[in-house]
């Protein structure tokens, strides 16, 4: 059974079909990419497939669940298990939160937080994404984007997800720091068995990263 299997997914903004009919299957530990031109629709796709944006019409199977139907509180217990990572690296981050806080949030919120481990998980999750956990003191501002961009790789890992819908995670950063977040985001893969939705304009970065790469123009799946 694919980890996702998205069929005839369609998101309209009012007159504007943004999302027509797309189809694609993920398979656990795999890197799908969406590749295409600013508009072309990868975004809504990403919303549509984390239901954070109901689609008007398809179904998004999540291991076997059709998720598109189902009641927001019938989703809660299923959205750990799916999480984004975007393209702001300081957006995902609440700026009054120290970052040992953000992170531990999920622990806490699902209901995986103990006065002893809880800290140490913590400290875990921080050291996997490459920060010393003395970074979990600081707040988001005082943080680089690609540290930050870690700091937010943790907070989703926090939560124990099977798939990871990354939208643009690396294009805000510095060149120079690029290729180490995407080499974290690989190792993560590969040790976790997590699935990835990479959403990317850039045709280097994708060829280079992704396992098999989906072309979007104008809503539709155009090539595979
Ligand atoms: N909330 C919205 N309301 C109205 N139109 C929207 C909304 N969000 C996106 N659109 C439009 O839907 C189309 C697809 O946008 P989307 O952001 O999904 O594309 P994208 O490929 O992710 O582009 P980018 O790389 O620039 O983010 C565009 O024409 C965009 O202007």
């Known amino acids: 059974m694919p980890l996702l299997d998205v069929r005839d997914l369609v998101v309209r903004y009012g007159p504007l079909t943004a999302v027509d009919h797309v189809s694609f299957t993920l398979r656990a530990g795999e890197t799908l990419a969406l590749n295409g031109p600013s508009g072309c629709g990868k975004s809504s796709t990403a919303l549509a497939v984390l239901v954070l944006r109901r689609p008007d019409a398809g179904e998004v199977r ?97 939560s124990e997800p099977r798939l990871l819908v990354l939208d643009e995670p690396v294009s805000a950063l510095d060149p120079s720091v690029r290729a180490g977040v995407l080499n974290l985001l690989a190792d993560l893969r590969d040790e976790l068995g997590l699935g ?29």
């Open 62 to 158: 999540f291991e076997g669940r059709e998720l598109t139907t189902l009641t927001e509180g019938e989703l809660r217990p299923l959205r750990p298990l799916m999480q984004p990572v975007f393209q702001d690296p300081y957006g995902s981050l609440s700026p009054r939160h120290r970052i040992r806080d953000a992170v531990a949030e999920p622990l806490k919120v699902q209901g995986r937080w103990s006065a002893g481990a809880g800290p140490a998980r913590v400290a875990e999750l921080l050291d996997r994404v490459g920060l010393d956990p003395s970074y979990g003191d600081r707040y988001p501002h005082e943080l680089s984007g690609g540290q930050c961009q870690r700091a937010g790789i943790a907070r989703a890992l926090a």
């Open 196 to 224: 990835y939705l990479f959403i990317c304009h850039d045709r280097a970065v994708v060829r280079h990263f992704a396992d098999r790469v989906l072309e979007m123009r104008a809503g539709r799946i155009s090539a595979s």
